[in-house]
Nanobody, 125 residues
């Protein structure tokens, strides 16, 4: 059974940086596309970024383009989200997700196979 464990969240000031990590266990990591979502208080969960099996293709939502970078290490079974120039509106619980398929459906965030428990990111103004 695939398990995902996120880490790296915390409190940061506006303009600061954080790097989130998500470690996968119980599977062949390179067979899974990976992604990040977030859910702010009182809002629906939204797509942040996704990466294909090899890391050769990525996608991200417009609000984080140029600030967030998704990457993966298939030796360490880890996907990362480097978050720079953080803004208060980035405050949310960030979730890691995995699915053996990759494509535009990731933006909808539905029916993905595996989800992590989330890590809280708080950006102070």
């Amino acid at each position: 059974q695939v398990q995902l464990v996120e880490s790296g969240g915390g409190l940061v000031q506006t303009g600061g940086s954080l790097r989130l990590s998500c470690v996968a266990s119980g599977t062949t990591f390179s067979r899974y596309a990976m992604g990040w979502y977030r859910q702010a208080p009182g809002k629906e969960r939204e797509f942040v970024a996704a990466i294909n099996w090899s890391g050769s293709d990525t996608d991200s939502t417009d609000s984080v383009k140029g600030r967030f970078i998704i990457s993966r290490d298939n030796v360490e079974n880890t996907v990362y989200l480097q978050m720079n120039s953080l803004k208060p509106e980035d405050t949310a619980v960030y979730y890691c997700a995995a699915d053996r398929a990759y494509g535009g459906f990731w933006r909808r965030g539905r029916d993905l196979e595996v989800w992590g428990q989330g890590t809280l990111v708080t950006v102070s103004s």
